[in-house]
Each structure stands twice: as C-alpha cells, then as structure tokens.
C-alpha cells in the first residue's frame, strides 16, 4: 500500500523551469530520506537531490545552484525546482523514499527539454 507518485513533468524549452512533486502514502513520511533520480535512454540512474529526515539536502554537482529540493511533512510530500534546464537532463525523473535499508520508488515522470 505504499505509494510515491511523481507529477509535474512535461515538455520544456532549453532555459525553462518545472516543478516536480512526489506525493507519498503508506509511509511515516517524516522519517523517510527523500530522493529524486533521473534516468536517460541507455544510461545509469543518477542521484539528483535528496533531502534527510532531518531536512539536509544534497545535490549533484551539475544540479548546484539550478536545482532545490524541499520537502513538506504536512502534506507528505516532496518537489524538486529545476532551474535553467539543458537538453542532456532530458529523462524519467523518480522519486525515492528511504529508511535504513528500506527503499521506495514511483513510476516517474517524464521531463523533456528541447526546443
């Protein structure tokens, strides 16, 4: 019954920004490490962000400065700001959800940057 479903991916020009957000069920939300992950055609999921229980964020490095994960405990909920989005971070992104040894993901979102 545990649920993550990811949403606001879409098409976007070369520059533009998008809003994700993971919506979680079936977790205590709080304690759970959030993640977001992307994959592209033929190549490795990668680390994008992720934010600790506590509310510590991490990012790729690619990603500093352009991108800002937060989280918000109320509504169970996680989103990931992207900024100035380039062409090669067109992917599925995913959402994860962790405790310990224990990981959820969603399905993930589509995000397509061209022009």
């Known amino acids: 019954q545990v649920q993550l479903v990811e949403s606001g991916g879409g098409l976007v020009q070369p520059g533009g920004s998008l809003r994700l957000s993971c919506a979680t069920s079936?977790?205590?939300?709080?304690?759970?490490?959030m993640g977001w992950y992307r994959q592209a055609p033929g190549k490795e999921r990668e680390l994008v962000a992720s934010?600790?229980?506590?509310?510590?964020?991490t990012y790729a490095n690619s990603m500093k400065g352009r991108f800002t994960i937060s989280r918000d405990n109320a509504k169970n909920t996680v989103y990931l700001q992207m900024n100035s989005l380039k062409p090669e971070e067109t992917a599925v992104y995913y959402c994860?959800?962790?405790?310990?040894?224990?990981?959820?993901w969603g399905q993930g979102t589509q995000v397509t940057v061209s022009s």
């Open positions: 079936g977790i205590i939300f709080r304690f759970y490490a």
């Open positions: 934010m600790s229980s506590g509310g510590s964020a």
């Open positions: 994860n959800a962790r405790l310990g040894a224990t990981s959820y």
